[in-house]
């Protein structure tokens, strides 16, 4: 099937959808056709048609969108950080009390 025939084919569906919505609400509303006319009553409820099928998307049999395989990720190794150096600081030694007698 080329791809003209498929956009005919989406024409007509939404097409047959547009006519069938119409004569739906044309069934509908009887009193408003008498009071509006035949014409303007007709235009109107196409318009209203046409707005009703716009957000509706018509199923057509095309070819299948190809499927990304999962793509295999190497595991990432864990490093042992090595232990963090400690440095012997050269503490000041504490602080000798002298007994000075106080006077």
Avoid: H, W, Y
């Amino acid at each position: 099937m080329s791809k003209k025939e498929n956009d005919q084919k989406k024409i007509s569906q939404k097409e047959a959808m547009i006519n069938e919505v119409t004569v739906q609400l044309s069934a509908s509303l009887q009193n408003l056709k008498t009071e509006l006319g035949e014409k303007k009553f007709e235009k109107r409820t196409r318009k209203a048609a046409k707005l009703l099928v716009e957000g509706i998307k018509f199923n057509t049999p095309g070819k299948p969108a190809a499927k990304k395989s999962p793509t295999k990720k190497s595991p990432i190794k864990k490093v042992a950080k090595p232990a963090p150096v400690k440095k012997n600081a050269a503490k000041p030694a504490p602080a000798k009390k002298n007994a000075i007698p106080k006077k």
